[in-house]
């Protein structure tokens, strides 16, 4: 019997200092605890560019611990998006900037010699466009959701390893099922269904998003009646699926939206007003600072429009109730506008080239963005 887990570590690049403290404190130390004391669990992991950075500032000590587990072999980094843009929903260039960006970071970190064989998609968001892209970096392997595969859940055999029709990328999908869950308190049932588990979810599962009083994760890492696996050794071995023309979709697309065609439909709904601004305004800055490379502060316009397009912003218009994989109501006015402001200042650093017509449209969108978010929150609407 084998678990298969993926972990994603992130928190956006403009979060409080106290949220990343909150994440190490009540999961990532856990999850690193739990892996040094039981030198047989192996895990793969995405630690986003944009978190390391900020862990450098704050807690360099976790940073060297996990290095130490990534050099023997525990755990499998893999590629990703540096500040967690949604790709499919971001210019080519932009995605380019953001992988590769990632990769410089993360050699920083854990040396020029990490072979980065498997990209996590931030929000397992993909498109074939997206999946070229990846590809010409040479990665090997994508993790997706198992709705990707043919726009319903429970469609695929995940247990096998399918190739992508349109890059030729290898693909593991992830069990829904068993991911949508705290694993701990069901490991041993779901062993009863299947001998291969194969789960993705946040870090922040771990302790910051689920309690776990009783210690259950350490419970079942002390159990040695099965195994886990690094992904890229598994895809080595594990029976292939045949190819595969998959479905642009995410992590939590619903098989409604799939069929509404409506792949990222909860960072751009279609009747999501505020949504449908929030890109206006994120294209209308990613235009901008494209076009005035050349202007004095374009290096700190670059660094406000990145933050200002983490998928967070969008996701917190979203207005979704994500009780059901123990996360919040989707609704935070404050967390909105933290993305709109980041996005307006990358268009305001550029004081000595944008004409001030652009800026002008600019500060209308916006201050339009903010009132609807704020009549939205008051509810007249």
């Not at 403009?14 to 739990?34: C, G, H, M, P, T």
């Not at 970190?109 to 996590?120: A, H, N, P, S, V």
Request: net charge positive; with cysteine.
């Amino acid at each position: 019997m084998t678990w298969i887990n993926f972990l994603h570590f992130y928190q956006p690049a403009n979060v409080d200092d106290y949220k990343i403290k909150e994440a190490l404190e009540q999961s990532y130390f856990r999850l690193l605890r739990a892996i040094e004391e039981h030198p047989e669990i192996k895990f793969t992991a995405n630690i986003s560019g944009c978190l390391l950075l900020r862990l450098e500032l704050i807690q360099t000590d976790f940073i060297a611990r996990f290095k130490k587990v990534v050099h023997r072999g525990q755990v499998e980094l893999v590629g990703s998006a540096a500040y967690h843009a949604l790709l499919p929903l971001v210019s080519e260039d932009e995605a380019r900037r953001q992988i590769k960006e990632n990769e410089e970071i993360l050699q920083k970190f854990f040396g020029t010699t990490l072979k980065l064989r498997g990209f996590f998609l931030p929000e397992m968001a993909y498109s074939p466009n997206v999946a070229r892209v990846i590809k010409d970096f040479g990665y090997e392997w994508l993790i997706l959701d198992e709705i990707s595969g043919t726009g319903k859940l429970n469609q695929v055999d995940i247990h096998k390893i399918y190739t992508d029709k349109n890059s030729g990328l290898k693909i593991i999908f992830r069990s829904r099922e068993f991911s949508n869950c705290y694993l701990p308190d069901n490991l041993n049932g779901f062993f009863k269904k299947t001998d291969t588990i194969i789960t993705a979810t946040d870090a922040e599962l771990y302790g910051l998003r689920h309690e776990d009083p009783t210690g259950e994760l350490e419970k079942v890492l002390k159990d040695k009646t099965w195994s886990t696996e690094l992904i890229s050794d598994y895809i080595s071995r594990a029976p292939g699926g045949g190819d595969l023309k998959l479905v642009p979709s995410n992590w939590e697309s619903t098989e409604k939206e799939l069929k509404h065609h409506e792949p990222y439909a909860l960072w751009s709904g279609r009747h999501n007003k505020i949504q449908r601004r929030l890109w206006k305004l994120a294209n209308l800055a990613s235009a901008i600072v494209e076009k005035y490379k050349a202007d004095d502060n374009y290096i700190w316009a670059r660094w406000h429009l990145v933050r200002g397009l983490a998928s967070c912003a969008f996701w917190w218009a979203s207005s979704r109730d994500f009780s059901h994989n123990f996360g919040p109501h989707a609704w935070n006015p404050d967390e909105i506008e933290r993305g709109v402001n980041e996005l307006i200042r990358a268009i305001r650093s550029l004081h000595q080239s944008t004409p001030r017509r652009s800026k002008m449209a600019a500060e209308e969108l916006y201050i339009k963005i903010k009132h609807l978010i704020w009549k939205k929150h008051w509810g007249r609407v």
